[in-house]
Protein backbone atom coordinates (compact mmCIF):
# COMPACT_ATOMS: atom_id res chain seq x y z
CA UNK A 1 0.00 0.00 0.00
CA UNK A 2 2.82 2.38 0.83
CA UNK A 3 3.87 2.00 -3.01
CA UNK A 4 0.54 2.89 -4.16
CA UNK A 5 -1.10 6.04 -2.61
CA UNK A 6 -3.98 5.53 -4.72
CA UNK A 7 -5.01 2.45 -2.91
CA UNK A 8 -6.06 4.36 -0.10
CA UNK A 9 -8.22 6.24 -2.10
CA UNK A 10 -9.85 3.02 -3.12
CA UNK A 11 -9.77 1.47 -0.53
CA UNK A 12 -11.58 4.48 1.59
CA UNK A 13 -14.10 4.21 -1.43
CA UNK A 14 -15.31 1.15 -1.73
CA UNK A 15 -15.71 0.91 2.60
CA UNK A 16 -17.77 4.24 2.13
CA UNK A 17 -19.53 2.66 -0.56
CA UNK A 18 -20.23 -0.50 1.66
CA UNK A 19 -20.71 1.15 4.79
CA UNK A 20 -22.98 4.02 3.49
CA UNK A 21 -25.93 2.20 2.36
CA UNK A 22 -26.20 -0.02 6.06
CA UNK A 23 -25.69 3.50 8.15
CA UNK A 24 -27.82 4.71 5.95
CA UNK A 25 -30.51 2.44 6.04
CA UNK A 26 -29.92 2.02 10.52
CA UNK A 27 -30.00 6.01 10.28
CA UNK A 28 -33.38 5.72 8.77
CA UNK A 29 -35.15 2.87 10.88
CA UNK A 30 -33.70 4.89 14.52
CA UNK A 31 -35.00 7.63 12.76
CA UNK A 32 -37.96 6.16 12.52
CA UNK A 33 -38.33 5.23 15.78
CA UNK A 34 -37.64 8.06 17.23
CA UNK A 35 -40.34 10.01 15.57
CA UNK A 36 -42.96 8.08 16.57
CA UNK A 37 -42.10 7.70 19.69
CA UNK A 38 -42.37 11.52 20.08
CA UNK A 39 -45.55 11.82 18.29
CA UNK A 40 -47.03 9.32 20.83
CA UNK A 41 -45.40 10.61 24.15
CA UNK A 42 -45.48 13.84 23.91
CA UNK A 43 -45.39 16.58 26.55
CA UNK A 44 -48.75 17.25 29.18
CA UNK A 45 -51.62 18.73 26.64
CA UNK A 46 -51.95 22.47 26.44
CA UNK A 47 -55.59 23.76 26.67
CA UNK A 48 -57.20 24.14 23.03
CA UNK A 49 -58.60 27.48 23.48
CA UNK A 50 -54.76 28.46 24.20
CA UNK A 51 -53.70 26.71 20.87
CA UNK A 52 -56.48 27.87 18.75
CA UNK A 53 -55.49 31.57 20.06
CA UNK A 54 -52.24 31.31 18.83
CA UNK A 55 -53.34 29.99 15.05
CA UNK A 56 -55.42 33.30 14.91
CA UNK A 57 -52.16 35.45 15.53
CA UNK A 58 -50.00 34.16 13.41
CA UNK A 59 -48.30 36.51 11.22
CA UNK A 60 -48.87 37.19 7.46
CA UNK A 61 -45.66 35.91 6.81
CA UNK A 62 -46.31 32.66 7.71
CA UNK A 63 -48.53 31.95 4.62
CA UNK A 64 -47.27 31.13 0.86
CA UNK A 65 -46.62 33.45 -1.42
CA UNK A 66 -49.91 34.67 -3.76
CA UNK A 67 -49.09 34.62 -7.32
CA UNK A 68 -49.21 37.52 -9.42
CA UNK A 69 -49.74 35.10 -12.35
CA UNK A 70 -52.02 32.15 -12.84
CA UNK A 71 -51.61 29.12 -11.29
CA UNK A 72 -49.17 26.37 -13.23
CA UNK A 73 -50.84 23.57 -14.99
CA UNK A 74 -49.73 20.25 -15.82
CA UNK A 75 -48.40 21.53 -19.61
CA UNK A 76 -46.03 24.52 -17.37
CA UNK A 77 -45.33 20.92 -15.27
CA UNK A 78 -43.89 19.19 -18.24
CA UNK A 79 -42.05 22.20 -19.42
CA UNK A 80 -40.86 22.75 -15.79
CA UNK A 81 -39.35 19.21 -15.71
CA UNK A 82 -37.86 19.09 -19.46
CA UNK A 83 -36.06 22.45 -18.26
CA UNK A 84 -34.70 20.78 -15.36
CA UNK A 85 -33.78 17.55 -17.72
CA UNK A 86 -32.07 19.89 -20.02
CA UNK A 87 -29.97 21.99 -17.84
CA UNK A 88 -28.51 19.02 -15.97
CA UNK A 89 -28.16 17.26 -19.35
CA UNK A 90 -26.11 20.55 -20.35
CA UNK A 91 -24.01 20.72 -17.66
CA UNK A 92 -23.08 17.03 -18.38
CA UNK A 93 -22.00 17.05 -21.41
CA UNK A 94 -20.28 20.32 -20.43
CA UNK A 95 -18.49 17.78 -17.46
CA UNK A 96 -18.40 15.32 -19.77
CA UNK A 97 -16.45 17.04 -22.49
CA UNK A 98 -13.85 18.33 -20.34
CA UNK A 99 -13.03 14.76 -18.88
CA UNK A 100 -12.56 13.63 -22.55
CA UNK A 101 -10.46 16.61 -23.34
CA UNK A 102 -7.68 15.96 -20.02
CA UNK A 103 -8.26 12.01 -20.77
CA UNK A 104 -7.34 12.64 -24.66
CA UNK A 105 -3.90 14.21 -23.30
CA UNK A 106 -3.01 10.89 -21.51
CA UNK A 107 -3.88 8.08 -23.43
CA UNK A 108 -6.22 7.56 -26.41
CA UNK A 109 -7.41 3.93 -25.77
CA UNK A 110 -10.51 4.76 -28.18
CA UNK A 111 -11.34 7.10 -31.14
CA UNK A 112 -11.77 10.38 -29.77
CA UNK A 113 -15.43 10.82 -30.35
CA UNK A 114 -16.69 7.43 -29.07
CA UNK A 115 -14.78 7.70 -25.96
CA UNK A 116 -16.57 11.10 -25.68
CA UNK A 117 -19.96 8.95 -26.02
CA UNK A 118 -18.57 6.75 -23.49
CA UNK A 119 -18.36 9.42 -20.90
CA UNK A 120 -21.55 10.25 -20.94
CA UNK A 121 -23.39 7.45 -20.08
CA UNK A 122 -24.13 9.57 -16.40
CA UNK A 123 -26.71 11.21 -18.24
CA UNK A 124 -29.09 8.28 -17.97
CA UNK A 125 -28.67 8.16 -13.97
CA UNK A 126 -30.20 12.02 -14.06
CA UNK A 127 -32.64 10.86 -15.95
CA UNK A 128 -33.36 7.80 -13.67
CA UNK A 129 -33.23 10.39 -11.25
CA UNK A 130 -35.58 12.82 -11.81
CA UNK A 131 -38.16 10.26 -13.59
CA UNK A 132 -37.70 8.15 -10.88
CA UNK A 133 -36.97 4.98 -13.28
CA UNK A 134 -36.97 1.91 -11.62
CA UNK A 135 -33.66 0.24 -10.68
CA UNK A 136 -33.35 -2.72 -13.38
CA UNK A 137 -35.09 0.06 -15.87
CA UNK A 138 -31.54 2.40 -15.14
CA UNK A 139 -29.28 -0.79 -15.19
CA UNK A 140 -30.85 -1.97 -18.35
CA UNK A 141 -30.74 1.22 -20.31
CA UNK A 142 -27.19 1.45 -19.17
CA UNK A 143 -25.82 -1.85 -20.27
CA UNK A 144 -27.52 -1.27 -23.36
CA UNK A 145 -25.63 1.77 -24.08
CA UNK A 146 -22.53 0.44 -23.55
CA UNK A 147 -23.56 -2.30 -25.23
CA UNK A 148 -24.12 -0.08 -28.01
CA UNK A 149 -20.91 1.65 -28.24
CA UNK A 150 -18.72 -1.34 -27.66
CA UNK A 151 -20.12 -2.57 -30.82
CA UNK A 152 -19.64 0.31 -32.59
CA UNK A 153 -16.01 0.11 -31.46
CA UNK A 154 -15.65 -3.69 -32.31
CA UNK A 155 -17.16 -2.76 -35.80
CA UNK A 156 -14.78 -0.13 -36.87
CA UNK A 157 -11.23 -1.84 -35.27
CA UNK A 158 -12.57 -5.38 -36.79
CA UNK A 159 -9.86 -6.73 -34.11
CA UNK A 160 -10.74 -8.99 -31.41
CA UNK A 161 -7.46 -7.82 -29.50
CA UNK A 162 -8.88 -4.02 -29.48
CA UNK A 163 -12.27 -4.86 -27.97
CA UNK A 164 -11.17 -7.05 -24.71
CA UNK A 165 -8.92 -4.15 -23.43
CA UNK A 166 -11.63 -1.92 -24.29
CA UNK A 167 -14.40 -3.61 -22.76
CA UNK A 168 -12.81 -4.15 -19.63
CA UNK A 169 -12.26 -0.61 -19.40
CA UNK A 170 -15.54 -0.11 -19.85
CA UNK A 171 -17.03 -2.26 -17.54
CA UNK A 172 -14.62 -0.71 -14.97
CA UNK A 173 -15.33 2.90 -15.70
CA UNK A 174 -19.19 2.48 -15.39
CA UNK A 175 -19.78 -0.37 -13.13
CA UNK A 176 -17.79 1.21 -9.86
CA UNK A 177 -19.66 4.75 -10.54
CA UNK A 178 -23.14 3.00 -11.00
CA UNK A 179 -22.98 1.13 -7.90
CA UNK A 180 -21.74 3.47 -5.46
CA UNK A 181 -24.97 5.53 -7.41
CA UNK A 182 -27.24 2.85 -6.39
CA UNK A 183 -25.82 2.38 -3.03
CA UNK A 184 -26.76 5.95 -2.14
CA UNK A 185 -29.55 6.42 -4.31
CA UNK A 186 -31.52 3.46 -5.68
CA UNK A 187 -34.22 3.70 -2.77
CA UNK A 188 -35.80 6.36 -1.51
CA UNK A 189 -34.67 5.63 2.37
CA UNK A 190 -31.01 5.25 1.21
CA UNK A 191 -31.49 8.77 -0.92
CA UNK A 192 -32.64 10.38 2.42
CA UNK A 193 -28.84 10.03 4.26
CA UNK A 194 -27.01 7.99 1.90
CA UNK A 195 -25.60 10.81 0.07
CA UNK A 196 -24.68 12.80 3.38
CA UNK A 197 -23.58 10.00 5.01
CA UNK A 198 -21.06 8.24 2.31
CA UNK A 199 -18.63 11.69 2.44
CA UNK A 200 -18.05 11.60 6.11
CA UNK A 201 -17.44 7.44 6.14
CA UNK A 202 -15.13 7.94 2.96
CA UNK A 203 -13.29 10.97 4.63
CA UNK A 204 -13.51 9.01 8.27
CA UNK A 205 -12.07 5.69 6.42
CA UNK A 206 -9.41 7.79 4.03
CA UNK A 207 -8.12 9.62 7.58
CA UNK A 208 -7.44 6.33 9.42
CA UNK A 209 -5.99 4.31 6.46
CA UNK A 210 -3.66 7.57 6.13
CA UNK A 211 -3.09 7.50 9.84
CA UNK A 212 -2.34 4.10 9.82
CA UNK A 213 0.07 4.02 7.32
CA UNK A 214 1.57 6.64 8.52
CA UNK A 215 2.59 5.28 11.78
CA UNK A 216 3.43 1.59 10.15
CA UNK A 217 6.10 3.76 8.14
CA UNK A 218 7.25 5.26 11.19
CA UNK A 219 7.27 2.13 13.26
CA UNK A 220 9.36 0.31 10.32
CA UNK A 221 12.36 2.88 10.14
CA UNK A 222 11.80 2.87 14.56
CA UNK A 223 11.83 6.13 15.18
CA UNK A 224 10.45 7.33 18.31
CA UNK A 225 8.88 4.70 21.25
CA UNK A 226 6.12 3.05 20.07
CA UNK A 227 3.71 4.12 22.70
CA UNK A 228 4.39 7.89 21.33
CA UNK A 229 3.05 6.92 18.08
CA UNK A 230 0.19 5.06 19.39
CA UNK A 231 -0.79 8.07 20.58
CA UNK A 232 -0.19 9.50 17.19
CA UNK A 233 -2.39 7.49 15.95
CA UNK A 234 -5.37 7.78 18.14
CA UNK A 235 -4.98 11.80 17.99
CA UNK A 236 -5.53 11.35 14.04
CA UNK A 237 -8.01 8.96 14.27
CA UNK A 238 -9.83 12.04 16.54
CA UNK A 239 -8.87 14.11 14.20
CA UNK A 240 -10.31 12.22 11.40
CA UNK A 241 -13.39 12.25 13.20
CA UNK A 242 -13.70 15.57 13.89
CA UNK A 243 -13.05 16.16 10.23
CA UNK A 244 -16.02 14.00 9.44
CA UNK A 245 -18.59 15.61 11.82
CA UNK A 246 -17.26 19.36 10.45
CA UNK A 247 -18.06 18.15 6.77
CA UNK A 248 -21.39 16.75 7.49
CA UNK A 249 -22.28 19.97 9.57
CA UNK A 250 -21.03 22.35 6.53
CA UNK A 251 -23.07 19.87 4.15
CA UNK A 252 -26.51 20.27 6.26
CA UNK A 253 -25.78 24.42 6.89
CA UNK A 254 -25.31 24.34 2.82
CA UNK A 255 -28.52 22.59 2.09
CA UNK A 256 -30.17 24.56 4.74
CA UNK A 257 -28.83 28.10 2.97
CA UNK A 258 -30.09 26.46 -0.37
CA UNK A 259 -26.76 26.39 -1.73
CA UNK A 260 -27.80 23.07 -3.58
CA UNK A 261 -30.61 20.75 -3.81
CA UNK A 262 -30.97 16.85 -2.96
CA UNK A 263 -31.20 15.96 -6.78
CA UNK A 264 -28.28 18.23 -7.37
CA UNK A 265 -26.11 17.19 -4.44
CA UNK A 266 -26.50 13.20 -6.00
CA UNK A 267 -25.50 14.65 -9.89
CA UNK A 268 -22.48 16.20 -8.16
CA UNK A 269 -21.23 13.51 -5.70
CA UNK A 270 -22.41 11.08 -8.75
CA UNK A 271 -20.25 12.83 -11.08
CA UNK A 272 -17.47 13.14 -8.24
CA UNK A 273 -17.59 9.22 -8.28
CA UNK A 274 -16.91 8.83 -12.10
CA UNK A 275 -14.33 11.02 -12.68
CA UNK A 276 -11.97 9.84 -9.30
CA UNK A 277 -12.27 6.29 -10.63
CA UNK A 278 -10.97 8.15 -14.08
CA UNK A 279 -8.27 9.28 -12.29
CA UNK A 280 -7.35 5.65 -10.34
CA UNK A 281 -7.66 4.08 -13.42
CA UNK A 282 -5.11 6.51 -15.15
CA UNK A 283 -1.38 5.11 -16.00
CA UNK A 284 0.43 5.19 -12.43
CA UNK A 285 3.52 7.46 -14.19
CA UNK A 286 1.09 9.90 -14.41
CA UNK A 287 -0.95 9.81 -11.40
CA UNK A 288 -0.32 13.55 -10.29
CA UNK A 289 -1.53 15.02 -13.34
CA UNK A 290 -4.09 12.25 -13.71
CA UNK A 291 -5.73 14.40 -11.06
CA UNK A 292 -6.15 17.01 -13.12
CA UNK A 293 -9.50 15.35 -14.36
CA UNK A 294 -11.31 16.31 -11.34
CA UNK A 295 -10.83 19.91 -12.36
CA UNK A 296 -14.35 19.00 -15.19
CA UNK A 297 -15.96 18.39 -11.85
CA UNK A 298 -15.88 22.18 -10.97
CA UNK A 299 -18.64 22.78 -13.73
CA UNK A 300 -21.13 21.80 -11.39
CA UNK A 301 -20.30 24.29 -8.31
CA UNK A 302 -20.03 26.82 -10.68
CA UNK A 303 -23.26 26.47 -12.42
CA UNK A 304 -25.08 26.47 -9.02
CA UNK A 305 -22.83 29.85 -7.87
CA UNK A 306 -24.10 31.60 -11.28
CA UNK A 307 -27.21 30.42 -11.22
CA UNK A 308 -28.88 31.41 -7.50
CA UNK A 309 -31.78 30.44 -7.77
CA UNK A 310 -33.44 31.10 -11.10
CA UNK A 311 -31.82 28.26 -12.82
CA UNK A 312 -35.69 26.91 -13.52
CA UNK A 313 -38.19 29.76 -12.89
CA UNK A 314 -41.80 28.44 -12.79
CA UNK A 315 -44.00 30.04 -15.72
CA UNK A 316 -46.69 30.75 -13.32
CA UNK A 317 -47.20 31.25 -9.44
CA UNK A 318 -46.40 28.09 -7.39
CA UNK A 319 -50.18 26.05 -5.99
CA UNK A 320 -49.71 24.82 -2.31
CA UNK A 321 -50.46 21.20 -2.37
CA UNK A 322 -51.17 19.23 1.60
CA UNK A 323 -50.51 15.76 1.65
CA UNK A 324 -52.57 14.01 4.14
CA UNK A 325 -52.43 10.09 4.53
CA UNK A 326 -53.57 7.00 6.58
CA UNK A 327 -50.46 6.60 9.07
CA UNK A 328 -48.70 3.51 9.04
CA UNK A 329 -47.57 2.56 5.76
CA UNK A 330 -44.05 3.34 4.53
CA UNK A 331 -44.72 1.76 0.81
CA UNK A 332 -47.58 3.64 0.16
CA UNK A 333 -46.56 7.16 1.72
CA UNK A 334 -43.13 6.36 -0.76
CA UNK A 335 -45.33 5.68 -3.77
CA UNK A 336 -47.33 9.24 -3.29
CA UNK A 337 -44.43 10.84 -3.08
CA UNK A 338 -42.28 9.26 -5.88
CA UNK A 339 -44.78 9.69 -8.76
CA UNK A 340 -46.73 12.43 -7.47
CA UNK A 341 -45.37 14.84 -5.25
CA UNK A 342 -41.95 14.69 -6.42
CA UNK A 343 -43.58 16.17 -9.88
CA UNK A 344 -45.37 18.57 -7.93
CA UNK A 345 -42.33 20.00 -6.58
CA UNK A 346 -41.23 21.34 -10.28
CA UNK A 347 -44.04 24.29 -10.28
CA UNK A 348 -45.83 24.34 -6.79
CA UNK A 349 -44.94 24.03 -2.73
CA UNK A 350 -45.90 20.97 -0.58
CA UNK A 351 -47.01 20.95 2.78
CA UNK A 352 -47.89 17.76 5.27
CA UNK A 353 -47.91 16.67 8.49
CA UNK A 354 -44.22 14.24 9.28
CA UNK A 355 -45.00 10.87 10.48
CA UNK A 356 -42.74 7.77 11.41
CA UNK A 357 -43.95 6.10 7.77
CA UNK A 358 -42.28 9.55 6.07
CA UNK A 359 -38.70 9.25 6.66
CA UNK A 360 -37.81 8.83 3.48
CA UNK A 361 -38.74 12.64 3.29
CA UNK A 362 -37.83 13.73 6.70
CA UNK A 363 -34.65 12.81 7.18
CA UNK A 364 -32.58 15.59 5.63
CA UNK A 365 -29.43 17.18 6.88
CA UNK A 366 -30.47 19.14 9.31
CA UNK A 367 -33.06 16.73 10.78
CA UNK A 368 -30.37 14.07 11.21
CA UNK A 369 -27.84 15.99 13.25
CA UNK A 370 -30.78 17.37 15.46
CA UNK A 371 -31.42 13.49 15.89
CA UNK A 372 -27.44 12.72 16.38
CA UNK A 373 -27.77 16.19 18.78
CA UNK A 374 -30.85 14.50 20.55
CA UNK A 375 -32.78 17.68 19.86
CA UNK A 376 -35.05 16.26 17.45
CA UNK A 377 -37.91 17.22 20.02
CA UNK A 378 -37.17 20.69 19.20
CA UNK A 379 -39.07 20.28 15.79
CA UNK A 380 -42.57 19.20 17.72
CA UNK A 381 -44.95 21.63 17.95
CA UNK A 382 -46.65 21.73 21.75
CA UNK A 383 -46.56 25.37 22.33
CA UNK A 384 -47.44 29.31 21.09
CA UNK A 385 -43.52 29.61 20.53
CA UNK A 386 -43.32 26.52 18.65
CA UNK A 387 -46.73 27.09 16.38
CA UNK A 388 -45.07 30.44 15.28
CA UNK A 389 -41.09 28.80 14.92
CA UNK A 390 -43.00 25.78 12.71
CA UNK A 391 -44.79 28.58 10.24
CA UNK A 392 -42.02 31.09 10.00
CA UNK A 393 -39.76 28.10 8.72
CA UNK A 394 -41.77 26.90 5.76
CA UNK A 395 -39.58 27.27 3.07
CA UNK A 396 -41.62 28.80 -0.24
CA UNK A 397 -38.75 29.85 -2.38
CA UNK A 398 -37.61 27.20 -4.92
CA UNK A 399 -34.17 25.70 -5.00
CA UNK A 400 -31.11 26.21 -7.68
CA UNK A 401 -32.55 23.71 -9.96
CA UNK A 402 -36.01 25.23 -9.61
CA UNK A 403 -37.77 22.99 -7.85
CA UNK A 404 -39.38 23.26 -4.51
CA UNK A 405 -38.52 21.64 -1.19
CA UNK A 406 -41.08 19.51 0.67
CA UNK A 407 -42.19 21.13 4.16
CA UNK A 408 -43.09 19.03 7.05
CA UNK A 409 -44.82 19.82 10.55
CA UNK A 410 -44.19 17.69 13.24
CA UNK A 411 -46.78 17.17 15.78
CA UNK A 412 -47.59 15.20 19.15
CA UNK A 413 -50.77 13.49 19.73
CA UNK A 414 -52.82 16.25 20.84
CA UNK A 415 -51.67 18.87 18.05
CA UNK A 416 -52.16 17.56 14.92
CA UNK A 417 -55.52 17.57 14.52
CA UNK A 418 -54.86 22.30 14.73
CA UNK A 419 -51.89 22.11 12.53
CA UNK A 420 -53.79 20.09 9.58
CA UNK A 421 -56.42 22.94 10.06
CA UNK A 422 -54.08 25.50 9.77
CA UNK A 423 -52.34 23.70 6.73
CA UNK A 424 -55.64 23.59 5.14
CA UNK A 425 -55.92 27.64 5.25
CA UNK A 426 -52.22 27.45 3.74
CA UNK A 427 -53.24 25.17 1.19
CA UNK A 428 -54.78 25.62 -2.56
CA UNK A 429 -55.31 21.84 -3.63
CA UNK A 430 -55.46 18.40 -1.13
CA UNK A 431 -54.35 14.67 -2.42
CA UNK A 432 -55.68 12.26 1.02
CA UNK A 433 -54.60 9.12 0.35
CA UNK A 434 -57.47 6.74 2.10
CA UNK A 435 -55.70 3.54 1.02
CA UNK A 436 -56.20 1.16 4.56
CA UNK A 437 -58.66 3.10 5.76
CA UNK A 438 -61.08 1.87 7.80
CA UNK A 439 -63.60 2.76 10.66
CA UNK A 440 -60.68 2.73 13.49
CA UNK A 441 -59.49 5.43 11.92
CA UNK A 442 -61.01 8.19 13.72
CA UNK A 443 -57.55 10.81 12.60
CA UNK A 444 -58.90 10.22 8.99
CA UNK A 445 -62.42 10.90 9.95
CA UNK A 446 -61.80 14.37 11.58
CA UNK A 447 -59.35 14.94 8.46
CA UNK A 448 -62.27 14.28 5.86
CA UNK A 449 -64.36 16.72 7.96
CA UNK A 450 -62.25 19.30 8.11
CA UNK A 451 -62.08 19.59 4.12
CA UNK A 452 -65.79 18.95 3.88
CA UNK A 453 -65.99 22.44 5.58
CA UNK A 454 -62.67 23.78 3.67
CA UNK A 455 -64.42 26.29 1.14
CA UNK A 456 -61.42 28.15 -0.22
CA UNK A 457 -59.58 25.14 -1.15
CA UNK A 458 -59.83 24.75 -5.35
CA UNK A 459 -59.86 20.73 -5.35
CA UNK A 460 -59.88 17.78 -3.22
CA UNK A 461 -58.40 14.30 -4.67
CA UNK A 462 -59.32 11.45 -2.79
CA UNK A 463 -57.51 8.05 -3.73
CA UNK A 464 -58.64 4.97 -2.13
CA UNK A 465 -58.13 0.89 -2.89
CA UNK A 466 -61.84 -0.09 -2.68
CA UNK A 467 -65.16 0.46 -2.80
CA UNK A 468 -65.89 -0.15 0.50
CA UNK A 469 -63.32 2.95 1.31
CA UNK A 470 -64.99 5.57 -0.45
CA UNK A 471 -68.09 4.14 1.01
CA UNK A 472 -66.85 4.84 4.55
CA UNK A 473 -65.24 8.25 3.42
CA UNK A 474 -67.96 9.52 1.43
CA UNK A 475 -70.56 10.43 4.19
CA UNK A 476 -67.64 12.79 6.07
CA UNK A 477 -66.98 14.37 2.90
CA UNK A 478 -70.68 14.44 1.56
CA UNK A 479 -72.22 17.00 3.99
CA UNK A 480 -69.94 20.08 2.94
CA UNK A 481 -70.09 22.67 0.19
CA UNK A 482 -67.46 21.00 -2.44
CA UNK A 483 -69.39 21.86 -5.09
CA UNK A 484 -67.80 19.04 -7.62
CA UNK A 485 -64.38 20.28 -6.30
CA UNK A 486 -63.86 16.61 -4.77
CA UNK A 487 -62.52 14.05 -6.86
CA UNK A 488 -61.74 9.93 -6.56
CA UNK A 489 -59.00 8.03 -7.91
CA UNK A 490 -59.33 4.30 -7.42
CA UNK A 491 -55.93 2.45 -7.58
CA UNK A 492 -53.99 0.25 -5.53
CA UNK A 493 -51.04 1.03 -6.39
CA UNK A 494 -49.56 4.93 -7.75
CA UNK A 495 -48.23 3.78 -11.06
CA UNK A 496 -47.96 6.06 -14.10
CA UNK A 497 -51.61 5.72 -15.17
CA UNK A 498 -52.86 6.38 -11.59
CA UNK A 499 -50.19 9.22 -11.02
CA UNK A 500 -51.58 11.28 -14.28
CA UNK A 501 -54.69 11.32 -13.27
CA UNK A 502 -53.93 12.51 -9.97
CA UNK A 503 -51.54 14.74 -10.82
CA UNK A 504 -54.67 16.28 -14.12
CA UNK A 505 -57.17 16.84 -11.04
CA UNK A 506 -54.76 18.58 -8.93
CA UNK A 507 -53.30 21.16 -11.91
CA UNK A 508 -56.96 21.57 -13.55
CA UNK A 509 -58.36 22.17 -9.69
CA UNK A 510 -57.93 25.61 -9.87
CA UNK A 511 -59.01 26.27 -13.48
CA UNK A 512 -61.95 25.02 -13.13
CA UNK A 513 -63.06 25.91 -9.41
CA UNK A 514 -64.03 29.61 -8.39
CA UNK A 515 -60.62 31.21 -7.08
CA UNK A 516 -61.26 31.90 -3.61
CA UNK A 517 -59.50 34.00 -1.19
CA UNK A 518 -57.05 31.64 0.45
CA UNK A 519 -57.97 31.85 4.47
CA UNK A 520 -55.22 33.34 7.14
Known amino acids: MRDDP ?45 LEASWSRLPASGSPPSPATPYATLADNTRAQNRVLTRFACLSLAVSTTQWAISRYFYQPAPGFLLLLVDAW ?40 VLVPVLLSVCIHVSVPLCAHLA ?14 APVVFLFTYSVLLALELFSTREADARGPYQLLFLLLIAAMVVSCWSAIFVGRWLARAYRR ?70 GSPSNTDQIFESVVDRWRLTGNTIFVAGSDAV ?79 EQRVGCRDELAMLAQATHLHGIVLLHES ?36 LNHLFDAPRIAEPARRVG
Request: with cysteine; aromatic share 10%; proline share 6%.
Open 360 to 438: SRLLDPDALFDYLARSLSQRFISCDADIRDCLAALDWQPDPDGRFRINKCYCYEHTWRLVVQTLLRKSDVVLMDLRGFN
Open 122 to 161: PLFTLFGLVLRWHTIRLLATVFVYQALIVSVLFTGSGRMV
Open 6 to 50: ASLVLIAGVFGGLASPIIALILASLYSRRVRSLMLNGPSPIPTRS
Open 467 to 502: DAERDLAEPYVSAGPLQGRLHWVQGKHVGSAVARRI
Open 184 to 197: IGAHPRLRAAGPFV
Open 258 to 327: KMFSDLGYLFAAHWLVVLVVQALLTPQRQGFTAASLLLAWLWIPAAFLLSGKHLVSPDRGPSTLLVLRVF
